[in-house]
């Protein structure tokens, strides 16, 4: 038994010990797997890492877009909100004042009317005076009863205006709740892309993302390489309000580009063409996919400085065109307002703001 017992110990110790070790290295591994080092994400090469994050910015910035779209959607309603709630307050100041002067007829003719009128007419000193002021009476209960009605259409008014302001308020609440759906996606997206540039060095981060800032930094005034100067024969715009557009993109070359941001210092895509035609005295929509409509459509063959180039099918993106092939925009948050070729990224369309 002894031998028996002793054999079950070493038995189970062996056990113990590989049960220890197995818990061990599968500790290790589910450890390694949550904090990552243990299933490395594949090695990518810099373009790999530029493909990727370009994906990332071109869906941040549709997202923007659509977060622009709700975010001036959600400035109407609160806009119609405040208006209804004024035109309200101010209907139901005025319908409080009509109460109380019904309020005070009321409790004047209660006062007043306790006594038949014929019996009022044989206690009077001054009968003649007194059917004078019977017929007082009759008009005052005319109006009164004028009164009542407009009461009662006040009451009416004021409950379809709180109607409509309910209903304004609950779209206001669903743009709300719109507008934080697309910054979530915004933010998570752009993270994604700063995460994926951490893991490049600096000389690596620079050629991708910096190859044409160094253009961006020019005075508009100077002469660009192969850019001819607005106005110059071939680059002429069609009106005066497209050439004050083009001057204004050129003052903001190496502005930042924040997504949201409409000007005078920081730009998204659609903000800055809708910055530069505001400059120009024209209003412009707030989107790109509502922008492409704000004119007269042109081809690609037909461009003028100041016409606005539009990118992706989805029209995500938005630049003005300045001549020769070229356009100003607001990229993406690696790089600021700048100088790019059209044929930077796919073309979708193009419009004449006229």
């Not at 010990?17 to 594949?42: I, M, Q, S, W, Y």
């Not at 609950?170 to 700063?194: C, F, M, V, W, Y």
């Not at 509502?290 to 938005?318: K, M, T």
Request: glycine share 10%; net charge positive; hydrophobic share 40%.
């Amino acid at each position: 038994m002894a031998a028996h017992r002793k054999s079950r110990q070493r038995s189970a110790g062996g056990t113990t010990v590989r049960t220890a070790a197995t818990v061990a290295l599968a500790g290790a591994a589910t450890a390694t797997g949550f904090n990552g080092t243990g299933h490395a994400e594949p090695e990518l090469t810099p373009a790999q890492v530029k493909a990727k994050v370009d994906r990332l910015y071109q869906e941040a910035e549709a997202a923007t877009e659509k977060y622009n779209g709700a975010k001036e959607k959600a400035d109407a309603a609160e806009a119609r909100l405040k208006t209804l709630r004024d035109e309200a307050a101010r209907k139901t100041d005025k319908l409080n004042s009509a109460r109380d002067a019904l309020g005070s007829m009321a409790a004047a003719h209660y006062r007043e009317g306790g006594l038949d009128p014929s019996v009022q007419l044989a206690l009077s000193d001054d009968p003649e005076r007194y059917l004078d002021g019977a017929e007082f009476v009759e008009r005052v209960g005319t109006r009164q009863a004028a009164s009542v009605a407009d009461v009662r259409r006040q009451l009416r008014e004021v409950g379809k205006l709180r109607g409509a302001a309910h209903i304004e308020l609950a779209s206001l609440k669903s743009r709300q709740a719109e507008l934080k759906r697309h910054k979530e996606t915004i933010t998570g997206k752009l993270a994604e892309a700063n995460r994926l540039l951490s893991r490049l060095t600096a000389q690596e981060r620079a050629r991708l993302v910096g190859g044409t800032e160094d253009r961006a930094t020019r005075s508009a005034s100077g002469a660009r390489e192969g850019l001819a100067a607005p106005g110059s024969a071939g680059t002429k715009a069609p009106n005066s309000r497209a050439a004050d557009a083009v001057a204004y993109v050129h003052q903001k070359l190496g502005s930042p580009y924040v997504w949201g941001a409409t000007g005078p210092d920081a730009f998204d895509c659609s903000g800055l063409t809708q910055a530069a035609y505001r400059a120009a005295g024209v209003s412009l929509p707030r989107t790109t996919y509502a922008q492409i409509g704000a004119g007269q459509r042109v081809s690609r063959s037909e461009l003028l400085p100041g016409d606005l180039v539009f990118f992706y099918s989805g029209i995500s993106h938005v630049g003005l065109y300045i001549g020769n092939g070229q356009m100003i925009h607001a990229p993406n948050p690696s790089a600021p307002v700048r100088i790019a070729p059209i044929t930077e990224m796919p073309f979708a369309g193009a419009t004449r703001v006229v």
